[in-house]
């Protein structure tokens, strides 16, 4: 099993994202050539490669649509399924001013039921991409 399906594969629970593995792919990346650079040769990860490991479709409407600021929240609402809450602070500033902080992702996906309707998968997985 490679990283990415690691990290993507998760109906049962969330990915555990490994700090070492990450930080040594991302000192790996060229961005020239759109590559991973490893030891053992060049490593390129494509549309195709993602569709497989997350079991999304590659083809047809996409998953967020434009991105506009306002109404925001009824978006995040449209795609997971849940509405992020209104900023209710006075004496700070809202620090998600058009999305959501990846906390309230892990409080409201951390974990995708065992018997859950592919509606249901497919929200989580809307969720943590």
């Known amino acids: 099993m490679n990283l990415f399906q690691f990290v993507l594969n998760f ?6 994202l490994n ?8 000192d790996r990346w060229r961005p020239e050539t759109h590559s991973f650079h490893l030891p053992l040769g ?8 993602i569709a497989m490991i997350s079991g999304l479709p590659i083809e047809g409407r996409a998953l967020t649509g434009k991105v ?19 900023w209710t602070d006075e004496t700070r500033k809202d620090p998600r001013p058009s999305g959501v ?29």
């Open 11 to 16: 109906k049962g629970t969330p990915p555990w």
């Open 19 to 26: 700090a070492t593995t990450l930080t040594a792919l991302t």
């Open 42 to 49: 060049e490593m390129s990860i494509t549309l195709e490669d």
């Open 68 to 86: 506009r600021a306002a109404g925001w929240r009824q978006r995040v609402a449209a795609l997971v399924g849940v509405e992020p809450e209104p």
């Open 101 to 129: 902080l990846f906390s309230w992702i892990q409080r409201h996906f951390h974990r995708c039921p065992r018997d859950a309707s592919p509606l249901v998968v497919e929200r989580f997985v809307r969720a943590y991409l």
